[in-house]
């Protein structure tokens, strides 16, 4: 049987995108019982990213036609949509895991580690290189090891300038990270590195639009890392892979379909020599607990981007994954651990 709740969550504050503004994060619950198992997913989609909200509806209401008449393994190889994809897959994993009676980070990778938490990122705006830097220090000051400042709506002599503000705030042993969500040029972005690795930045992600793969692989080697997130939005990891373009990959399991698949594609990542880091598209509390057992199932995975549930002004229920001291809880209750029933 599977069961389908609409919701719609929140935004503490509106999101601006490229393809306009959200302020609030629709999709649906997703409830398998099949064989004895009963688990809980969500499919929250996300135009530019996944299928649209009606294409998940359908999609996920496909999948229930053909596991009715075959089985949800089948079900689940036919279904494309990747939000769709995610729910249903997110709710089988926990049913297994709780069958098992692991938390469910276990049953997706190592049955015998134990993981209690996973380092996380700060991410910060376009402040004004004062305001910027004391944002910073307050976040290292709460424990946090990376922080990520996201660039490209200014010149890059002022995004410099905001970086050098930052750096000079958290001194050298702080991990920084820059988002240029591929508003550079390549000549842009290759002027940003050079200046970037005189501050020791660890990576810039997405410097370049997603189409570039070529170009994107001619940046690395340049003193920064490089790493793809809006990338695989239109190339699958195998491509990014296969043109040898990134040093890092940012894996959202939202759009890549399913928490099995970011699992995969972190083994993938690791076996090319690519770091693998995991995040989410703002989601609700079932996918972003969900991302944090992803997370929790890499071994040595390095800070990700799960420290997103302060960008809601609602939930579905209580999150049993708090961020404290630079670092996001794994629930260690069978299966996701969500001990409340969702809205």
């Known amino acids: 049987m599977l069961d389908t709740q609409q919701f719609s969550v929140r935004l503490a504050s509106p999101l601006e995108t490229a393809r306009g503004t959200i302020d609030a994060r ?13 688990g809980l997913g969500e499919a929250t989609p996300l135009v530019g990213w996944t299928e649209s909200y009606e294409e998940c509806r359908e999609g996920l209401a496909q999948a229930e036609r053909v596991a009715e008449e075959l089985d949800w393994g089948i079900a689940l190889g036919k279904l494309e949509a990747p939000a769709a994809r995610h729910g249903l897959s997110l709710a089988l994993a ?11 980070y276990r049953s997706l990778g190592d049955a015998d580690r134990t993981v209690e938490s ?52 958290v001194g050298d042993g702080v991990e920084l990270r820059v988002d240029a969500n591929g508003a550079w040029t390549v000549d842009q972005a290759s002027e940003a590195i050079d200046a970037l690795a005189a501050l020791d930045v660890a990576y810039v992600e997405q ?11 001619s940046l690395r080697g340049s003193g920064v890392d490089i790493a793809l997130d809006e990338s695989l939005a239109t190339h699958s990891v195998a491509d990014i892979i296969s043109a040898d373009a990134a040093d890092v990959i940012v894996l959202k399991p939202m759009v890549l379909g399913g928490p ?16 693998p880091v995991v995040s989410t598209t703002i989601d609700a509390v079932v996918a ?18 799960l420290a997103t549930g302060e960008r809601l002004a609602t939930d579905l229920a209580r ?25």
């Open 26 to 38: 629709e999709g649906f619950l997703v409830r398998v019982e099949t064989e004895g198992l009963s």
């Open 94 to 104: 926990e049913g297994r895991a709780i069958s098992r009676d692991q938390p469910l």
């Open 118 to 169: 996973v380092p996380v990122n700060v991410t910060l705006g376009a402040d004004e290189p004062e305001a910027l830097a004391k944002r910073a220090r307050a976040a290292v000051d709460d424990g946090y090891p990376a922080v990520k400042i996201k660039v490209g709506t200014n010149g890059i002599e002022e995004d410099i300038e905001r970086i050098r503000a930052v750096r000079n705030a």
């Open 207 to 217: 410097p370049l639009p997603t189409a570039e793969l070529s170009s994107t692989a």
């Open 260 to 275: 099995d698949r970011a699992v995969e594609a972190a083994q993938d990542c690791r076996e090319a020599g690519i770091d």
């Open 288 to 305: 972003r607990v969900g991302a944090v057992h992803v997370a929790a199932s890499i071994p040595d995975v390095r800070a990700c981007g």
């Open 319 to 343: 999150d049993p994954a708090p961020v404290a001291d630079g670092a996001i809880t794994v629930p260690q209750r069978p299966g996701l651990g969500i001990e409340e029933p969702p809205i």
